[in-house]
């Protein structure tokens, strides 16, 4: 039973390391350091603060492909401000409300 409860706990601590996101500030990257790090990781959370609202932080998470999108979530392009561009192009997953849509881009 000992052994059961501890092959249990190490499988719940390897599942919760290996959904782990990452994290950036994208004021501290180039654009390029964005990409490559989304290309790298799959999917990021990338931090950054607001122009309109000083001191305000803003974030959103972001992937590399639709693999990494849930069902019935498709790719759309954003961009976020990163320490060499205003505005550097990212891919996030979104809501699809269009079936048709939904199918030509399903992971």
Same mark, same amino acid.
């Given at each position: /039973?000992?052994?059961?409860?501890?092959?249990?706990?190490?499988?719940?601590?390897?599942?919760?390391?290996?959904?782990?996101?990452?994290?950036?500030?994208? /004021?501290? /990257?180039?654009?390029?350091?964005?990409?490559?790090?989304?290309?790298?990781?799959? &999917?990021?959370?990338?931090?950054?603060?607001?122009?309109?609202?000083?001191?305000?932080?803003?974030?959103?998470?972001?992937?590399?492909?639709?693999?990494?999108?849930?069902?019935?979530?498709?790719?759309?392009?954003?961009? &976020?401000?990163?320490?060499?561009?205003?505005?550097?192009?990212?891919?996030?997953?979104?809501?699809?409300?269009?079936?048709?849509?939904?199918?030509?881009?399903?992971?």
């Amino acid at each position: /039973m000992l052994k059961l409860l501890g092959t249990v706990a190490l499988l719940v601590v390897a599942t919760g390391q290996a959904q782990a996101i990452t994290r950036y500030q994208t /004021m501290s /990257m180039t654009c390029a350091q964005v990409q490559a790090a989304l290309k790298r990781d799959g &999917v990021a959370i990338l931090r950054w603060q607001s122009k309109r609202t000083p001191g305000l932080p803003l974030y959103g998470r972001y992937v590399s492909d639709g693999r990494y999108c849930d069902r019935g979530e498709v790719i759309d392009l954003d961009s &976020v401000p990163t320490a060499d561009k205003r505005s550097c192009t990212v891919k996030q997953c979104v809501r699809s409300d269009n079936d048709e849509r939904l199918w030509l881009y399903a992971p």
